[in-house]
């Protein structure tokens, strides 16, 4: 009566590991071939004569591109006839296992019953012998207890009438699974199934398709922030921490700068494991000090504001030495235009997909905010725009695709709610929720290369994701 069981448990576990293998397997190529590719973000409904929507966002600061896109109807790519092969054949599993686990229950009941009724129908094979021995010893008391034992095991014979069905379909299933072993065999031999390496090269190519893909869709508007991440909680309550925002993602040093005044020393960690860590980074000692958090890296060069001026540094690592300096005509300095929280916060250098800028203001401009595209190499401002708000009254600002984006506090309850658009040279107010979970941020920049939001907040270096829209024509090649 135990076989049943054991050939259940068997087939159990080779439909387990089937199903494992295809739940593994099945996301990736489906991703690869089907008509809209998630990996993070959100999707909205869109009618089919609109052009695609892409949501972006980052998981964390390694240089990976993660993308949502929403394709319209007549955009849609055509299904990959294996991977609807293997999603029928996903489906056809999931049917035969939950075939095994009803067969696997029944089967256990019903064994327990007849173990149960193995001590009646002992007693009764010794009665039925003694019977057959000797006739004149069976009295009608004798003979109409035998009934009543034969009576009870009634009930035993559906049971194993029930037993003969299991084992047909036992054989069934075992054939079913046999049926799919050739599937799987003749998929294998089609398309390399099995190989993990392969499968792993058509993910990275559809991550590399994906970079491409945002390449080309260019800049999207911010929709969305998400909650911060703490990566390092260490030095003062004001500071600035930074990657690289131009250099491949295989370069992943980050570098740190405590404090907003008259600091020159940068520490330059290998990697981000080794900042959380705090081991193997290097210093530099800048020929200047620093005024305020609003520094950047771009292109292996930090810029930054010279203490006590309005003159803007870039400092080569590699040479470890300033390629150039030069003033900001009318930038004021030595919080005379600060955001909310003080800090010398006069100039904030920042870098975007369009390239660096300077953010501060002027007498001339009565203290409202000035945007000014900079040249990188000579740091020669190439064009300005006064965007008409004050300052002293924003608790910290970031540049995307071209858009200088405010908060309105840099305490808790912050807010992004106002975003002046370079290219229509026009503004707008925003309500982004903006969760300022130390309640103290000094420093706020946008990564173009990682999309995240890096910041000094009371203490902790804290990153976030950010959410862009794109909506592009459905024309050309992407």
Partial sequence: MTVPLLKIGAVLSTMAM???????????????????????????????????????????PDGKCLCTAVIPVQGSCSRDLRSLQLRQLLEKVQNISQSMEVLDLRTFRDLQYVRNTEALMKGLDSRLRVASEGHKALNARSFQDLKEKMRELLPLLPVLEQYKADSRLIVHLKEEVRNLSGILLAIQEEMGAYDYEELQQRVLLLEARLHACLQKLGCGKLTGVSNPITIRASGSRFGSWMTDTMTPSTDSRVWYMDGYYKGRRVLEFRSLSDFVSGQNFVQHLLPHPWAGTGHVVFNGSLYYNKFQSNVAVRYHFRSRSILVQRSLAGAG??????????????????????????????????????????????????????????????????????????????????KIYFAYHTNTSSYEYTDIPFHNQYSHISMLDYNPRERVLYTWNNGHQVIYNVTLFHVINTAGEL
């Avoid at 973000?41 to 004569?49: A, C, N, Q, V, Y």
């Fill in 333 to 414: 300095y030595n919080n005379t235009f600060p955001y909310s929280w003080g800090g010398f916060s006069d100039i904030d250098f920042m870098v975007d997909e369009n390239g660096l800028w300077a953010v501060y203001t002027t007498n001339q401009n009565a203290g409202n905010i000035v945007v000014s595209r900079v040249d990188p190499h000579t740091l020669e401002v190439l064009r300005s725009w006064d965007t008409g708000y004050p300052k002293r009254s924003a608790g910290e600002s970031f540049m995307i695709c071209g858009i200088l984006y405010v908060t309105n506090s840099h305490l808790a309850g912050a």
């Fill in 18 to 60: 089937v199903t494992n293998w295809m739940s593994q397997t099945l996301p990736s190529l489906v991703g690869l071939n089907g008509t809209a590719v998630s990996r993070a973000g959100t999707s909205e409904k869109i009618s089919p004569d609109e052009g695609w929507q892409v949501f972006t966002s980052a998981q964390a």
